[in-house]
């Protein structure tokens, strides 16, 4: 049973252009989140979502980033007009469908946005 | 907003101490609290969690204690060894979303 598995590890990005950022979940799972971590820093959430739904994205900046989880495929992270403070590293984390509020979240191994 | 504070940033201990984290939450409606290990450039990885339920936790060399009525939760990570060498995350799960700590750069001095 692979992990979750994101895509790609590494992206480097010129300011003014689009980063997207991929998150596979664990197979099974139906809850993905995003996180972003700065250099020497905690994990701040960003957004948690199911499956064609966004359930909380109250830690999303308002204005240049996205995220969706289509019925197909992985969950995407988009991030418009890229600025030299997106650079950071991206952890998405999956759970398993009936865990609620009490579940383990099972992490990627990041992807790290280098903007120039 | 929630908050999780998390004290030390920096731990320093002698190899066979004992090391101690602690962390405060503000959501009191929270009711999980995982513990998260991460090696430089690595993911972050669950070591033990703990539910609203239960106050005290042990797993081999590793134990996490919960007061709930004060808000705030511990780490216990005993005979410490050179590979317990990480930043350690507390966290608490406020409604949909798990909040970090900032974070405690742990070292075992040889």
């Known amino acids: 049973n692979a992990g979750v598995m994101q895509n790609p590890r590494h992206l480097v990005r010129r300011r003014g252009q689009e980063a997207r950022l991929r998150c596979s979940p664990m197979?099974?799972?139906?809850?993905v989140y995003w996180y972003r971590q700065l250099p020497e820093e905690g994990l701040k959430f960003m957004v948690y979502l199911q499956k064609e739904n966004i359930i909380d994205e109250s830690g999303m900046p308002k204005e240049r980033f996205s995220a969706e989880f289509p019925k197909e495929g992985p969950s995407i992270l988009r991030i418009q007009q890229v600025v030299r403070g997106d650079s950071a590293a991206y952890f998405c984390?999956?759970?398993?469908?009936?865990?609620?509020?009490?579940?383990?979240?099972?992490f990627g191994p990041g992807t790290r946005l280098t903007v120039l | 907003g929630e908050n999780v504070e998390q004290h030390p940033s920096t731990l320093s201990v002698q190899e066979g101490d004992s090391a101690v984290i602690k962390c405060t939450y503000s959501d009191s409606a929270s009711n999980y609290f995982p513990w998260y290990k991460q090696e430089l450039g690595k993911r972050p990885q669950l070591i033990i969690d703990?539910?609203?339920?239960?106050g005290e936790k042990k797993d081999q060399r590793i134990a996490v204690t919960l007061n709930k009525t004060a808000k705030h939760f511990s780490l216990h990570i005993t005979e410490t060894q050179p590979e317990d060498s990480a930043v350690y995350f507390c966290a608490a799960r406020s409604a949909s979303k798990i909040i970090f700590g900032s974070g405690t750069r742990l070292s075992i001095r040889p």
């Open positions: 984390a999956s759970s398993p469908p009936g865990q609620g509020a009490v579940g383990e979240q099972f």
């Open positions: 197979k099974g799972h139906s809850h």
């Open positions: 703990i539910r609203s339920n239960v």
